[in-house]
């Protein structure tokens, strides 16, 4: 999903459930016609809306939809022209991942920004595209498995935070 596509991710996720607006509507704690005039995109969802709708429905596409909403895209984006087959997405993950340890080769990211030359500044830039690329594949496999295996996609995030704060990697 990219910007603006959270009005088609809630619209989809509500036929995938076979949910009517009212009841998105008590979901979001707004009045179904709201929610219709959201998904048309005659109305713009407001954060405690998106927030209240991935919350009631866990769903990874609507999360990376409201995401990339809330931070005008500097997020990962859904892939909806994609075979996301969980065995199609494993493969094209693990594709991405070589492509990062390759590129983390050939960068020199031992040097400061001020000792790199210009073809160094390109290697670096290099990495770090192939680091987004991969970001964005383990973000669709974590989906997939989600969705596949009937995990929670909130639930899975929050268990991620709370090993970080055991660890002492957060606050």
């Given amino acids: ?3 603006g596509h959270f009005p088609e991710a809630l619209k989809d996720v509500m036929r995938r459930k076979g949910d009517t607006l009212a009841n998105a509507g008590r979901a979001a704690h707004v009045d179904g016609s ?3 005039k959201i998904v048309k ?3 713009k969802a407001s954060e ?3 927030r209240a ?3 009631h429905y866990d769903d990874s596409q609507l999360f990376l939809a409201a995401a990339a909403e809330v931070t005008g895209g500097a997020s990962a984006p859904w892939l909806d022209n ?3 087959h969980r065995a199609s997405v494993l493969l094209k993950t693990l594709e991405e991942m070589k492509e990062v340890l390759e590129a983390s080769g050939r960068a020199p990211i031992s040097k400061t920004n001020e000792q790199i030359t210009e073809s160094e500044r390109y290697q670096i830039k290099q990495l770090l595209m192939e680091t987004v690329e991969a970001i964005t594949a383990l973000t669709h496999l974590a989906a997939v498995l989600c969705k596949e295996y009937s995990f929670s ?3 899975t995030w929050k268990e991620h935070r709370a090993e970080l704060k055991a660890k002492k990697y957060m606050k």
């Fill in 1 to 3: 999903m990219a910007i």
């Fill in 34 to 36: 709201q929610i219709g």
């Fill in 41 to 43: 995109g005659t109305r």
């Fill in 48 to 50: 405690p809306v998106m």
């Fill in 53 to 55: 709708a991935v919350e």
């Fill in 82 to 84: 994609v075979d996301l």
């Fill in 153 to 155: 996609w909130l639930g």
